[in-house]
Nanobody, 115 residues
Framework: QVQLVESGGGLVQSGGSLRLSCLAS????????MGWYRQAPGKQRELVAD???????SYPDSVKGRFIISRDKTKNTVYLDMVTLKPEDTAVYYC?????????WGQGTQVTVSS
């Protein structure tokens, strides 16, 4: 059963913006810690943003100030707003619980940033 479906990726020029969406099949995903992750070719999957039960957020230095994670409980959706995108942000982006549950990985959404 698919529980998390990512969308919103695409091809964008360096400096551009994208909003990724993660539609959850169950409302519980709106109250537990969630994260956005990414995996670039030949690299390990990494966390790029997380949001806690109370809405607190954290980001690694590589995306801090450029990415914002949020969620809309009325839409069962977790968002990742990305601005000032760089070619090194190119990757497949996934949402999952934080820490991740291996049974909840979806297909992800491809983000490609051209220089």
């Amino acid at each position: 059963q698919v529980q998390l479906v990512e969308s919103g990726g695409g091809l964008v020029q360096s400096g551009g913006s994208l909003r990724l969406s993660c539609l959850a099949s169950r409302s519980i995903f709106m109250i537990i810690p969630m994260g956005w992750y990414r995996q670039a070719p030949g690299k390990q999957r990494e966390l790029v943003a997380d949001i806690g039960r109370g809405g607190t957020t954290s980001y690694p230095d590589s995306v801090k100030g450029r990415f914002i994670i949020s969620r809309d409980k009325t839409k069962n959706t977790v968002y990742l707003d990305m601005v000032t995108l760089k070619p090194e942000d190119t990757a497949v982006y996934y949402c999952n619980t934080y820490p991740p549950d291996n049974s909840d990985w979806g297909q992800g959404t491809q983000v490609t940033v051209s220089s």
